[in-house]
């Protein structure tokens, strides 16, 4: 599997988790949920977004490489 496709697989992945977590809010709204959100989900979108600018950078990177050696 490329880079590329890890990344989008990686995005789908958490779009599908965070779409859940919507769902689970419908019927889990105390403190803890309230919590639980800040404390992890808010953190874990921006980290997988990191993470995702990161792999496309590391496919321009490794193409780049590639591109190279066959020179």
Known sequence: MSTSANGARLAALTKDLLG????????????????????????????????????ANLETVLRKVRSDCEQ
């Open 20 to 55: 859940r977590w919507r769902q689970t809010r419908d019927y889990w709204r105390d403190d803890k949920a309230r919590e639980f959100e800040e404390r992890y989900l808010l953190e874990l979108e921006s980290t997988v977004n990191a993470a995702i600018s990161g792999i």
